[in-house]
């Protein structure tokens, strides 16, 4: 009598405020009954320094990870190859299940350089409005509302330990509201995702029989930028390539060889820009041959997606775009390629008189499906084969250079993977965005997100969909300084994974 009594109020209230989950709007109120002890878990995990690369620290994550969920009745173990970061693995069967979905996400956060940040990385910091607004540093008050709006700064704020929280949060709610669960559940939390996931395969296969499912629901990424939620089906793939391009033995004067000996930063400035045109357009042959074209139904999630370019662009300060008029979530569907940086002597007032003696870029191409890392990198090699550069994989000695007149050093990156992309018309896919939508309000659908993410692999290995359900804000800052999360969009999260999880 008692939970029918409890199903009824949360039925009559969800209808009064427009919602239309049950177990969203549990944790609705079960958030707002206990969000100072949310956001305490939230920043004790925070403060762990979790880079992949730092073993003990990685593990002690790991370690803080199993407890949160074994704190919530989950059954959890490790699940190790050798040399990686464990993958955090929680279970919770469910007698008489419809169906196996497992959620996925990261504990450990990309490097950093602490001297950037305007706080300490591993300091969570909480303040009343973005830092590029002027926000200011506020502590939580002892009673009363927390201002949904302020935003906490700290390493994996957004990307990824807030779905971790979110998720825990939502199981407490579940429990706390009597809330019985359709579905067996696993949880997949990695530990080097930031790091490429070279493991992340190995692990897969080891464990395959475990990791059996219906569906993997990746909690990684933000919502869209208008500020709705967001599902997504698929991520693009990636492929990363170094390019060292020489000059000189050494340093030269640049007033004795200036105008004789070549200068590597210009030789390297003028590769870069034979790759684009002034629109964006990559001029490599043949670089958007093969791409896999879009559904009659991506098509119509693609046009129905919010325009949001305009916003953007006075939110980034950006004069004009590229892609010869396409909007964002069109050019989200083609590859791309990206100078992510670029090295040559010295700038500013370290700067010397000389003609530097190399020139260093490094570059990222987004895949989409169709075409491969080998097959984008083969492109980007022919196109620099092709503009006069004789193509060495180790420096080259002296002989090589005096043979040839451009030489260019191209390294690329072994860690490269496949685009994927999940039907939105299978009956999964269907049922996560019924659930969304009930959870959320209408939510924007996408064949695609911009960043990339391991899917191809699931895929590969456990025949399963993936599907990305997000949840931070968009300008969260992830993998750059002063990382962080609205306050907001954590609430927000814990409704969408209670959603998901009584699904």
Known sequence: MKTFGIGLWLAWTAVASGQSNPAALAARHWREAHERAILAEFVELLAMPNLARDEAGIRRNAAAVSALLERRGVKTRLLEVPGAPPVVFGEIQTPGAKRTLIFYAHYDGQPLDPKEWATPPWQPAIRNRPLDRNGDLVLLPASGRIDPEWRIYARSASDDKAPVIAIAAALDALKGSRTALDSNIKFVFEGEEEAGSPHLASILQKYKDLLASDVWLICDGPVHQSRRQQIVFGARGIVELDITVYGPRHELHSGHYGNWAPNPAMMLARLLASMKDDDGRVTIEHFYEGIEPLSETEKRAVAEAPDVDRDLMGEFWLGRTEGGGKKLVELLNLPSL??????????????????????????????????????????????IRGQGYFIVEGDPDRETRMAHPRVARVTVDPGGYNASRTSMDLPISQLVLRTADSARGPVVRLPTMGGSVPLFMIEQILHAPTITVPIANHDNSQHSFNENIRIQNLWDGIELMAALLAM
């Open 338 to 383: 990206n100078v992510r940086g670029m090295n040559s002597a010295r700038t500013g007032g370290q700067a010397s008189n000389v003609v530097p003696a190399t020139a260093t870029a490094t570059i990222d191409v987004r895949l989409v499906k169709g075409i491969s890392p080998e097959t984008a990198a083969a492109r980007v090699i022919g196109h």
